[in-house]
């Protein structure tokens, strides 16, 4: 995905949509993260922006109350959640008006109710089938009521597989972290709604009208993996959970099309990756003032340049080209303190 746009090109040229995580993109707990409110509110003068998040705990609205907290402009519509997701994915698998056990918060509990579904909390219900996000309150008891529903047999599904969440104090479990629980208590796995899978996406591109979007956030596993999965180029910002190491070490499916050091980067010119071989099959990957060499499994910096970030965008580039995972190779020491 590398050296294709023109030096001039900026991350944002030519999209109609920037669709944005929030924990570790736009906030970390109650607190915006550095530049971001500005640069997002810079976005919005001239596309759509929208926000797409795992969290099942808070509805839409609640969200979009927290981000006009921070100064962005925003309503509850600019809002995708996993509970949307989710609700969309279980209509496709229950009846009508279905009796479900739902596990989680506020967020999850009325989208399930504005589909026209009833709630309940208990297996003793009967329910139709078990809808599961996560929500800090969400403990033994009711994990427990989740799985004496399941061994049913009836449909189970997940708003997402996050396995944490960067809060104010940390790193905490995260949803998969929850799912995984259930998971090993019956057997079997649930069909996932939210990132990385591609029905959030779909729902916010239909509802944003989006064709040539950008995905922001700072996760592989979850943003990058689902924006690629839905064709939709994508860019991890270095705010967040993944970092360099990450980065060199991600697999083909969740490579990113742009990799940054914070929003503002999005309105600068992206650099160009310029790549050759030798005769003598030595591959020299410049971005900037950033060279790295590498032949067979031997990675090496033949210039750090300037800026660190593009010596990794230079680095990344040369390990997805030689097919090898990044155990195997071996890497510039120069490059290793980076990480």
Avoid: C
């Amino acid at each position: 995905m590398f050296g294709k746009r023109a030096a001039a090109a900026t991350p944002l040229t030519g999209r109609d949509a920037l669709l944005l995580d929030l924990d570790g993109v736009v906030y970390k707990g109650e607190n915006a993260i550095p530049h971001a409110v500005e640069s997002i509110n810079r976005a919005g003068e001239t596309l759509r922006v929208g926000y797409i998040t795992n969290n099942a705990s808070r509805t839409d609205a609640s969200v979009a109350e927290h981000l006009s907290s921070l100064g962005l402009r925003v309503t509850a519509a600019d809002v995708v959640t996993s509970p949307q997701a989710a609700v969309r994915v279980l209509a496709t698998l229950v009846e009508p008006g279905a009796r479900i056990l739902v596990v989680g918060g506020d967020g999850l509990v009325s989208e399930v109710e504005n589909a026209g579904f009833v709630v309940t909390r208990s297996a003793e219900d009967a329910p139709d089938a078990v809808i599961q996000g996560f929500a800090p309150h969400v403990g033994w008891v009711h994990l427990a009521e989740a799985s004496f529903a399941l061994h049913t047999g009836i449909p189970w599904v997940a708003t997402n597989t996050d396995w944490t969440i960067p809060v104010a104090r940390g790193i905490a479990p995260g949803n998969g972290t929850l799912v995984s629980a259930v998971h090993l208590a019956v057997g079997r796995l649930p069909v996932f709604a939210g990132k990385p899978e591609k029905a959030i996406f779909d729902v916010a591109s239909e509802r944003f009208g989006a064709e040539r979007a950008l995905v922001v956030g700072d996760r592989l596993d979850t943003d990058i993996l689902g924006g690629n999965r839905a064709e939709i180029d994508t860019a991890l910002v270095l705010t967040g959970i993944d970092q360099p190491k990450q980065v060199l070490a991600a697999a083909p499916n969740m490579r990113p099309t742009y990799i940054i050091d914070d929003l503002r980067a999005l309105f600068r010119p992206y650099p160009e990756t310029r790549e050759s071989v030798d005769a003598e099959g030595v591959r020299s990957v410049e971005v900037g003032a950033a060279v790295v060499r590498m032949k067979g499994h031997v990675l090496r910096v033949a210039r750090a340049g300037d800026d660190q970030l593009d010596l990794i965008r230079a680095a990344s580039t040369a390990v997805y080209a030689s097919g090898l995972q990044i155990y195997g190779i071996d890497v510039d020491p120069e490059l290793l303190a980076l990480l």
